[in-house]
């Protein structure tokens, strides 16, 4: 490294500091801190004693401190007692003139005043020193120690404690030397910002030790994270180090193994204090030695309790202000620190165009694809399904390679799962017991081409199946294998390709093993030869090119296939001509799309289906007769063309779901769905020659009817109480309406439309729909949404919740094409705020409106003409809101102005008359009125904003009346005295508008 300085020659530097010190102060204790805090920096460090004996002393000693970019002076009680130490300092300060080094000083337990004038034991010392010495020396001794104090230094005594001190001076001295903070994983997409996430969560002046956890699915960026973590808060302490691959370094122990623990402890204190030859034999050793130190300690991919055990017990084995992080797969081990860890930060996948940029910056160099190959670029990040880890792996693979090559690759990339990245996702697995495994393996085998997979549905699967599945899915989703999310079941989509690989390998090595066939010719040749074994528990292909050649099987062809559990066929191709002799009566998910079959298997009782999903099938009708099916849960015929009839579904008892969504032919429903006590869902929409539906369960929570021949919605929708969506539209022939809807008080949707709206000519689908909107119930919590193009007076007051009427309510209505508000909306004597800013095209007049409202929003409505006067001259604090209503005529304006309304915002042009006293400042007017006004007003102003011109450079899309015209809010302050009290109010209101008025 070459620097310039006042002399005329360049000097090469050989080190990046020379230290000075008096070895008896210092040498075994603040010292060897220092030098460990320089190195983990990597500073260059000379000190006198790697001076080899026999040497010269003089030449070998000035050539180093020549060659130093920075002397630090560590002065102490006894530095002057050395005449070799006060050589050093002469040197040094003639160093600092000649070539421009840098002198940084600390004073260590010594006065800088004793230094400069070599007074108290610092001066005795040097008195002793001076003996025998001549005038010349004595002086330049006593020149350079004036200097050296001269020079703002680091004091000891101004402290907290020695561990800041030496920080702060590697700190400084990197800054000198223009060492910069790593930029290694400045390319990382999004690293950056989940970083300042986790930091964002710490008070990082606390002196608490702090423990944080980040956890995610292996692949996700754990280890970066934490790396990056490390790298910007390491500076801050004296003892740091980073335990990387924690789980891949040491064998599992059997039991309670003793000795890995105190290799565990030897590795963590070495690594801390860089000594290898540190001895640990017991296990308060690591607390021994860190219990009254500084210290950040990253604990990376922990995976076993035994390697967090000594934290858990007590957090008094790291010196206060300390901080733990621990990256692991595994929920549980964190939870296990109970109340011990301060933040867990869950890792979350990058979001697709973060996944793009990541994959790029691998393949290409960059973070966007090279030109032609934008759209393999994303066909393989969709593969590698926004895993960082599989994203930088194929991206490394495919970097180089021309554009064909990539297209041969595709075929291998969809099938194959690379090396790197499967042996990173086995850790996890290769963890679990027997029981998870089977679990994790039916997941990615039979449920790989669901997005996701309902939890309860999952689990019905099993039963009286000697499978621990609740415990089971709770050990996946601890280890980051699965998540779970509001009932649902997800897996990474590498984590499913490698479940089926392993299970392929398995199947190869050890074919008498129950396996799953996903590999399509494997599943081809089963069907078609009869090769299939009862080892079989699932069968999952799943292809959908028409193109493809029709592939047969024969009448036979699940004959073998005793204990197969599973059936998910997504594919057009698959013919049975003779039809088929049977299925497995131990299926419990049969899913056959483009199922071609017309007939039901005679020997396939289905006992055990908990669900059969047929869509887009052939069938006509089922099975004829009262079959038992007591676990199913959903059947789902969507889509199926010739089906004339559904099967009894009596001793259906565990049904929840029935989808049957155009199924065109379908004529009537039988009355047995009335005996399915637990069907929550029903669809039938689109079902066009379905003209009535059976009384159903109570336990009904959604039912879809659009689209039928229905003509009432009968009296007894009142016995479904748990009710939350009711659909009807385009149900042409609908004419009656029960009022008894209204005390379904759990129904937050409710569509009742004649015709089915679609976008035509550029038309509004919604222009002939009202949709009104209610918040009700405590803290306006409850919600409840009706469209409709019924008569609005008919159909709101039978449909509203009756309970609501009791209740406060917040009321939004949407509309194009009524002209005033509905009667009805006058008797909601609980109605709270009015929004009728969708009501703007056809709205021109307010009728009287109930004198409970507190806040009306009519801003857009252009068409607004005329008010009612008594809408809101009876509560004062109600709020008013005519933005942009610029037809107003003179009377409602008048009525606006003169309202005793908590404020009103409105357009206008000028400040009305009564308003009398006026001041002026720049673009902004207010007026005061001094008229008689209710006792609970001191006054009343009015403040007028002139238009806002648009900026000469404003490139905004709005058009001229809403760019040149815009007011983006109103805000006001008022401050008094009221009955001895000192009053304030304050409120913003947004706003855009030609230049308006606003009352208070």
């Known amino acids: 490294m070459m620097a310039s300085s006042s002399s005329s020659v ?60 920075i002397a630090v002076v560590l002065l102490s009680r006894n530095y002057a007692s050395s005449s070799w130490c006060l050589d050093e300092l002469v040197e040094i300060m003639k160093c600092r003139d000649e070539v421009g080094q840098t002198v940084m000083t600390i004073f260590y337990e010594v006065d800088p005043s004793d230094v400069r004038k070599q007074t108290g034991d610092f001066g005795k010392a040097f008195d002793e020193t001076c003996v025998g010495k001549t005038e010349k020396v004595k002086k330049a001794w006593r020149q350079a120690l004036y200097d050296v104090a001269g020079i703002a ?14 920080i702060k001076v590697a700190s400084d001295v990197m800054a000198v030397l223009g060492f910069t903070p790593s930029k290694d994983f400045d390319d990382f ?22 423990v944080i956890g980040i956890l995610g699915t292996p692949g996700i960026g754990k280890t970066t994270t934490a790396r990056v973590l490390y790298n910007q808060l390491s500076p801050g302490f004296l003892f740091s180090t980073f335990l990387e691959n924690i789980r891949g370094s040491y064998e599992k122990p059997c039991g309670n193994d003793y000795r890995l623990k105190l290799r565990f402890q030897k590795n963590l204190l070495s690594q801390i204090f860089n000594k290898g030859d540190i001895e640990v034999h017991h296990l308060g050793r690591a607390q021994e030695m860190l219990s009254d130190k500084k210290v950040l300690v ?81 066909e393989v990040t969709w593969l590698v399904g926004d895993l960082p880890l599989g994203l930088r792996v194929m991206g490394s693979y495919l970097r180089g390679m021309s554009k064909d090559e990539w297209i041969e690759a595709l075929p291998w990339l969809r099938s194959t799962l690379d090396r790197e990245i499967e042996s990173t996702l086995r850790f996890s697995y290769k963890s679990l017991r027997d029981n998870e495994r089977i679990l994790f393996l039916h997941l990615a085998c039979m449920f790989a081409d669901f997005n996701v997979v309902r939890v309860d549905s999952f689990k019905s699967y099993f039963a009286n199946i000697s499978l621990e599945v609740n415990h089971g899915l709770e050990v996946l989703a601890q280890k980051s294998l699965i998540y779970i999310e509001n009932g649902l079941l997800k897996m990474h989509s590498l984590l499913k390709k490698m479940g089926r690989e392993i299970v392929k390998k398995q199947s190869t090595k050890k074919p008498a093993k129950p396996h799953f066939l996903t590999d399509t010719k494997d599943i081809y040749d089963a069907l078609d030869n009869d090769t299939a074994t009862g080892n079989v528990l699932g069968i999952t292909l799943c292809n959908t090119n028409w193109e493809d050649d029709k592939i047969q099987i024969n009448k036979s062809a699940f004959q073998g296939l005793n204990n197969l559990r599973f059936l998910y066929f997504v594919c057009k191709n698959l013919c049975t001509p003779e039809g088929l002799d049977c299925l497995p009566n131990k299926l419990r998910m049969l899913h056959w799309d483009h199922c071609p079959l017309r007939i039901w298997p005679s020997k396939f009782s289905g006992k055990f289906l908990v669900e059969l999903r047929l869509l887009d099938c052939k069938f006509e009708m089922l099975w004829d007769g009262i079959k038992p099916f007591p676990y199913l849960k959903t059947l789902d015929l969507s889509y199926s063309d010739n089906l004339k009839k559904i099967p009894d579904l009596s001793k259906a008892t565990s049904l929840e779901e029935l989808d049957l969504p155009e199924c065109k032919s379908l004529i009537e429903l039988t009355s047995s769905i009335g005996n399915a006590t637990k069907l929550r869902r029903m669809d039938i929409s689109g079902c066009t020659n379905i003209k009535d539906f059976p009384n159903v369960s109570d336990s009904m929570v959604e039912l879809d009817l659009s689209e039928t021949e229905i003509e009432e919605v009968p009296p007894w929708i009142e ?15 609908l004419q009656t309406i029960s009022p008894n809807i209204s005390k379904l008080e759990n129904l937050k949707l409710l569509c009742l439309c004649n015709y089915l709206f679609a976008e035509e000519d550029g038309q509004d689908p919604f222009d002939d729909i009202f949709e009104a909107i209610i918040k009700w119930g405590p803290d306006f919590k409850r919600s409840w949404v009706l469209q409709s193009d019924f008569d609005v007076d008919y159909i709101f007051p039978r449909c509203l919740p009756e309970k609501a009427l009791t209740s406060p309510i917040s009321l939004r209505l949407s509309c194009n094409f009524i002209k005033t508000i509905p009667d009805c909306i006058r008797h909601l004597s609980g109605l709270i705020e009015l929004d009728i800013k969708q009501c703007r095209r056809q709205l021109v007049a307010l009728p009287p409106l109930p004198h409970s409202l507190v806040s009306l929003d009519a801003q857009g409505c252009e068409s607004l003409k005329t008010i009612d006067s008594s809408s809101f001259q009876i509560n004062p604090n109600i709020c008013l809101n005519f933005v942009d209503c610029y037809h107003l005529e003179k009377k409602a304006r008048k009525l606006i102005y003169t309202s005793a309304c908590k404020y009103a915002i409105l357009p206008g042009e000028e400040v009305p008359a009564h308003f009398t006293h006026r001041a002026s400042s720049g673009s902004l007017t207010i007026s005061l009125t001094p008229r008689p006004l209710p006792s609970s007003f001191r006054f009343k102003a009015c403040i007028l904003l002139s238009k806002v011109q648009a900026h000469p450079g404003d490139t905004s899309d709005d058009d001229d009346e809403e760019g040149e015209n815009s007011l983006t809010g109103v805000s006001y302050s008022v401050r008094g005295k009221q009955n001895g009290l000192t009053v304030e109010e304050s409120m913003m209101k947004p706003a855009r508008s030609k230049p308006a008025a606003y009352d208070s």
């Open 10 to 69: 360049a000097l090469v530097w050989l080190y990046h500091v020379f230290l000075s010190f008096r070895g008896e102060d210092v040498r075994k204790g603040f010292l060897s801190h220092v030098l460990k805090e320089f190195k983990s920096k990597g500073i260059n460090v000379f000190i006198d004693n790697e001076i080899k004996r026999g040497e010269s002393v003089g030449p070998v000693l000035v050539g180093a401190i020549r060659h130093s970019r």
């Open 153 to 166: 230094g680091y004091h000891s005594s101004n402290c907290g404690n020695e561990a800041d001190l030496i």
């Open 189 to 210: 997409v999004g690293i950056g910002a989940r970083v300042t996430e986790i930091k964002s969560k710490l008070i990082f002046q606390s002196e608490k030790v702090k």
């Open 298 to 378: 990253v604990l990376d991919e922990v995976d076993n309790w035994w390697q967090l055990e000594e934290i858990a017990k007590q957090r008094g084995w790291v010196g206060p202000g300390s901080m733990i992080i621990i990256t692991t797969e595994d929920r549980k081990l964190l939870k296990a620190l109970g109340l011990g860890i301060d933040h867990i930060y869950e890792m979350k996948f990058p979001t697709s165009d973060e996944s793009l940029q990541i994959f790029c910056q691998y393949a290409f160099g960059q973070k966007s694809p090279d030109d032609g190959f934008e759209r393999l670029a994303w």
């Open 719 to 733: 016995n479904l109480f748990r009710l939350r969506e009711l659909n009807m539209y385009g149900c042409g022939e």
